[in-house]
């Protein structure tokens, strides 16, 4: 098993784990950025081509891990692996944001649902041609007629 560091901290307007965006969807409009440790600078060559990116990072508040959670959306128990939960065996937790522009080692994105001060991990670019799939079905979340960007989280994760 490889040791997985941290890349960078990402930093959100998100102070706090209650009643912030449970998703990007319900963070329309909010910018963050992701600080990137000097010793990748590299690594951000050629990403400011993607419209979207995937912010890969720890759960780093997350206490505990759970098996059977209730998710924001749902009422009912469900897997772990079934839902967006950071209570997961490893606490890891995957955003897709817009990237708006990097500024150096600064990662400007808007859409941000994170913890200010999170660990990032990675950040991968968003490709539609690999990443969309038009046939997709949402499981337990098919038949939840919540309105994510109004969805706010709870302590229920704590």
Known sequence: MHDINPIGIIHSPHYSIEDMPIQPKGASGVEGYALIN????????????????????????????ELLV???MDKQTRGVFATRSPLRPNHIGLSIVRLKRIEKNKVIVEGIDVLDGTPLLDIKPYIEKFDGVKESVSGWLQASDTEISKKRSDNRFR
């Open 70 to 72: 209730t998710p924001f």
């Open 38 to 65: 000097e010793k990748y600078i590299a690594a951000l060559h050629d990403l400011e081509g993607f419209s979207h990116i995937y912010l890969v990072y720890s759960f780093h508040k997350a206490t505990r891990t």
